[in-house]
Every structure is written in structure tokens, then in C-alpha cells.
């Protein structure tokens, strides 16, 4: 803080559950003496280790019951929770947490493969301790070799399927935070630490069946349960020495925050429906020695996040609201109530999708006269990698999103497997800035909520959209070593997700593909040793400071691309107030 103490940072302690437990009988292992200034939670996580000797995490290991003893152990070592609090003088700290720490290894000597699989789901919801029995733990998950995931692991949701299973409980708790490491180095401390000698990847296997999907027909499928690791407001750290991979589009992480506070519109067809406003969502931190490999998705931000609202005009004139609808995400890496996300590989980074939205959370009432909407969630992106960045999408609806690639960002080539299209770059109030050593080329720059309502929403009230783009929203693209392409891919991006649309219409205004070519208000694009090809409509939004720069060192190019369209720049000077708004 600007007084010197800090503020809103949190810090974790980890020490063998053994060690914390000796203090009730003076040992000396762990000592809290001084004062750690501006946490607003401390956590000490006494971990108990458990060798894997089967290769797989069986159901008698994830039951919630005395009877398991990794269970049994942890509910132990809570018992003393409060004795062991004040033993270390933080009895009158409300910030301290006292938690207990689960930690699997695999190895070749425990089970002879040294690899870890979860083949049945591990709900963690009723893995609850302490006096109140609200106090979750940190899981830990390393493997010398591989870890797959055919199976959930989740907290923060009553159950993994059915009932219960993406809607957020309506009694706010903490949740499970995870550590994930394939490839593990066992002489390390850290326990994300990995032996890059010995490649080994995290997996989130392929779905695969009825219960897979999400629809049956035209109707909702009441036993769907795609192969989700997902947490509350927790964090989910991921390690390997090898890859991380996303099987397929029914594989997914994110993190899911707890239920707000806000008026929800009634649950009509077309509403929100009864959802809740996420919020306080945790951190998600990926990094990998090998490549980061995602998986193609026919969805966009806007099939999972759900928006309400009808201008005065209209004969149903309403307040303006949006939230996330996680029974219908499928697309990749999201901190879905805000927090966080970095994504490191070593290699490329390929079909990757990574969202951060916000929360549009209605404060005033549910007619237009009364509509305030409290804008929520959001926080930073970082995406590195060694290697290209190639395809996938990129959502920051508040906040930063910084993509660099030690040599291209472009596109996986459709006769190589892939969409044929570049990154697609979504913000609202944010600041964007991609960077490749290489080529840069991006297929999309947009602002999800200027587009169509997502197919699972259902039909239903005003087809509602406007600008999320705040004053100073930029995006900023370079290319050290060769060209900047901006080519004309809205039809490919149509083709790509329209599925997951209303009317398959990616945009409010049919066939018209106008809203794709809405920029935010800053747009910086250099080519330090290249040329800048701009083979599109660009058009700005109006905003007092809005700028745009283009900087090569060869020439600027503005031309008909790939769609046969003419190239146009277009910096507005329309009244910003003019434009469709929340508000």
C-alpha cells in the first residue's frame, strides 16, 4: 500500500503435518514469531505423504469418510486444529488458517509404472474440517512419470454430475486448491519442482460417451459430465516435465470463485435463468518444460457466458446482467470468476483457450428504470512460450492479457489438423499486448459482448449486445523478426463457432459480419524488421485517447485479403456515449 504495509497479498506455509503437530509437545519444527504485514490469509499447510502403489487414485481413496485413512489423517490433524493455532500464538490472528495438506506420489518403486491416473470423479466438496467443518486443504499430486485425469477432480460444486453439479452452492465456502506434477523431481522442496530429463505430461483425458455430452437432441443431457479439474476460490498449480494436454473440447480446468451477491433476472428462456454471480475466483498456473497442447473448440465466450438486457425501445425493456453458465463451458483454461492465469511451455502453445471473464452483477433491480450493473472478476493473463503460439482464443474481459512466442504467433494450417486460423483475441476493458520473435499474425480482435447470445442460453427476450470497451483498451502486436498479418478471417471464425451461436449467427445482424471489424480504441502494430500487412476493416472505437500506430521497417500494406474485401482503417470520432453500453 502507499503507506508502506502492503495489503490483499496471502501467503502459504508448508511443513509436514508431523512437524506442526510436535509443537503441542515443544518442538521447536515450526515458529511464528515475527509478523507477516499485509496478508489477508496466511495458511500453514501440514502435509501428510502417501506412496501410490497401484497406478491408479481408487474411490476408497477419494471417500469422505473415517474410513479412508488419507481422510482419517486429515481429520486428525485438524482436531488439534485450534490447540496447534495457539500453541503458535495465532489465536487472536483472524487472518491465519490452519490447513491440512494431501500429497499422492507415484513412483516406480511405490507401483512400479510410476505414473498416477484418477479414473473415478474425486468430489472434495465434503472434505471439510476444523471446529465449523469449513475448512478445506491443498491437494498435491506427483508422479515421476505421467498424470491423467479420466476421470474429475473438483470442489466448489455439490457433485461432478447431475444435480448439483455447475450450479454454485448457495452457502459460500473456501475450496480445495491443487498441486499437479508429471515428471516429478522428489529431491526438490518445491513440489511443483520437475526433472527435465525425463519428459513426462499432465493429462486431461478425452470424454468419451453418452455422458459426454451435453446435449441429447435438442434437449440437455441430465447425466452430462465432461472430465473437468476445477476448484472454487482455491488455486490449481500444474507442472510437468513433458506437456500439458487437453483431449479433446470436453476437457477442461477453471476455476469457478463462490456465489455473490445481485438481483437475478427471472429464470425465463433467454435469462440468466436462476445463476449466480461468481465471484473471488482463484489463480490457475500452468508450466511445462514440453508443449502446451489444447484442444479445438466450436465455442466462444459467449456460449458459457450468459448476458440479459433490453434497451428502452424495445417492448420489453429490462436491466443489463451477465454471468457464467458453467454447465456449458467447453472451452479449455478459465479463471471463470476472475483471478489470474499463466500458462508457460517451453515448446509451442497450440489450440489453447484461456478466458477471464467479468461479472456483470445487477445491483439495482430487474426493469430498465432501475438498472445498475456492478462490474466484477476480471485480472491479468501471461502466456510464454519457447516455441509459436498457434491458434486457440484469449479472453481478458478486465485486466491485461501479455502473449509473447520465442518464434511465431499464427495459425495451425487446416491440412495440418488445425482451424487454419491465428489466435483470436477477445478483451472488454482490458490492455492486450502480443509480441513474436518470428511472424505475428491474429484472426480475430473482438469484444465478446458486441456479438450473439450463445445457443444453450436458449431464445428468449431482446437479442442484447453493446461495448464492454473501456476508454483505454489497446491491443499492441509486434513482430521483432518478420511480418504482421491482420487478414480478413471473419468468415472463417463464422464457420469455426457458429454452432455454439443463436441461429448459428455469430454477430446481432444476421449475415452481417460488421461487429468482427469493432476494435477497441488503441491499436499499435510493429514489424521491427518486416512489413505490416493489414488485409481487413479495422475500425476503432471512438474514445477521447484513442490512438492508432503502425511502425515497419519495410512497408505497410493495406490490401484485399483472403475474403477479397478492401483493406480499411477507420479511427472513429463518434460521441463514445452514443455507443450501446451496460449502463
Do not use: H
Request: glycine share 16%.
Amino acid at each position: 500500500g502507499a503507506d508502506g504495509t502492503g495489503a490483499g497479498g496471502t501467503v502459504l506455509l508448508r511443513l509436514p503435518s508431523a512437524t506442526v503437530t510436535a509443537v503441542l509437545n515443544g518442538g521447536s519444527g515450526v515458529a511464528l514469531n515475527g509478523s507477516i504485514v499485509g496478508s489477508t490469509r496466511t495458511t500453514l499447510e501440514g502435509f501428510s505423504v502417501y506412496q501410490n502403489t497401484t497406478g491408479a487414485i481408487s474411490a476408497t481413496d477419494t471417500l469422505a469418510d473415517p474410513s479412508n485413512p488419507i481422510y482419517a489423517a486429515a481429520l486428525g490433524f485438524m482436531s488439534n486444529a485450534g490447540a496447534i493455532t495457539s500453541a503458535l500464538g495465532q489465536a487472536g490472528n483472524s487472518a491465519f488458517v490452519l490447513a491440512p495438506g494431501v500429497e499422492i506420489d507415484a513412483t516406480t518403486q511405490s507401483n512400479g509404472t510410476g505414473t498416477l491416473q484418477l479414473d473415478s470423479p474425486w468430489n472434495l466438496y465434503n472434505w471439510r474440517f476444523g471446529a465449523n467443518n469449513n475448512i478445506p486443504g491443498v491437494l498435491t499430486l506427483r508422479a515421476q512419470n505421467g498424470i491423467t485425469f479420466n476421470a474429475s477432480l473438483s470442489d466448489g460444486f455439490a457433485a461432478t454430475s447431475g444435480v448439483g453439479a455447475f450450479t454454485l452452492p448457495v452457502q459460500a465456502s473456501d475450496s480445495w486448491s491443487y498441486r499437479i506434477a508429471a515428471g516429478a523431481d522428489f529431491a526438490a522442496a518445491n513440489p511443483l519442482a520437475v526433472n527435465a530429463a525425463n519428459p513426462a505430461d499432465v493429462t486431461i483425458g478425452a470424454c468419451a460417451g453418452t455422458a459426454c455430452k451435453i446435449n441429447i437432441a435438442t434437449s440437455p443431457n441430465a447425466s452430462y459430465a465432461p472430465i473437468m479439474v476445477r476448484t472454487g476460490d482455491g488455486f490449481i498449480d500444474v507442472g510437468a516435465s513433458g506437456n500439458f494436454v487437453l483431449a479433446n473440447q470436453e476437457s477442461v480446468l477453471y476455476t469457478a470463485g463462490v456465489a455473490g451477491s445481485g438481483i437475478t433476472p427471472p429464470g425465463r428462456a433467454g435469462s440468466l435463468q436462476g445463476r449466480a454471480y461468481p465471484t473471488d475466483g482463484g489463480d490457475i498456473q500452468i508450466s511445462v518444460a514440453g508443449d502446451v497442447i489444447g484442444a479445438p473448440t466450436n465455442q466462444f465466450v459467449n456460449a458459457w457466458l450468459w448476458r440479459v438486457g433490453a434497451p428502452a425501445n424495445s417492448p420489453t425493456g429490462s436491466a443489463t446482467a451477465w454471468t457464467v453458465d458453467f454447465r456449458s463451458f467447453q472451452q479449455g483454461v478459465g479463471a471463470l470468476a476472475g483471478g489470474n492465469v499463466s500458462v508457460t511451455a517451453g515448446g509451442d502453445i497450440s489450440d489453447l483457450s484461456v478466458s477471464i471473464p467479468t461479472i456483470g452483477v445487477q445491483v439495482g433491480g430487474t426493469t430498465l428504470a432501475a438498472n445498475s450493473v456492478q462490474v466484477d472478476g476480471g485480472g491479468n493473463l501471461s502466456v510464454a512460450a519457447g516455441g509459436s503460439i498457434l491458434g486457440g482464443s484469449y479472453y481478458v474481459g478486465r485486466g491485461s492479457a501479455n502473449l509473447q512466442a520465442g518464434a511465431d504467433v499464427g495459425a495451425i494450417a487446416a491440412s495440418a489438423g488445425g482451424t487454419g486460423l491465428a489466435p483470436i483475441i477477445g478483451l472488454g476493458d482490458a490492455t492486450v499486448a502480443v509480441t513474436a520473435r518470428g511472424d505475428a499474425a491474429l484472426a480475430e480482435i473482438l469484444n465478446p459482448t458486441l456479438l450473439g447470445r450463445g445457443t444453450l442460453q436458449g431464445v428468449g427476450g431482446a437479442n442484447v449486445y453493446f461495448s464492454t470497451y473501456g476508454a483505454t483498451s489497446s491491443v499492441s502486436l509486434m513482430a521483432v523478426g518478420g511480418n504482421v498479418v491482420l487478414d480478413d478471417n471473419n468468415a472463417g471464425f463464422q464457420n469455426a463457432v457458429s454452432g455454439s451461436f443463436i441461429g448459428g449467427n455469430v454477430t446481432v445482424l444476421g449475415n452481417s459480419l460488421a461487429a468482427l471489424d469493432v476494435l477497441p480504441p488503441t491499436l499499435n502494430v510493429y514489424a521491427l524488421n518486416g512489413n505490416i500487412d493489414i488485409l481487413r476493416t479495422l475500425a476503432l472505437s471512438p474514445a477521447a485517447g484513442g490512438n492508432l500506430q503502425l511502425f515497419a521497417n519495410q512497408n505497410v500494406i493495406a490490401a484485399a485479403g483472403s475474403s477479397g474485401n478492401p483493406a480499411q482503417l477507420i479511427v472513429s470520432d463518434a460521441n463514445p456515449g452514443q455507443l450501446p453500453s451496460p449502463a
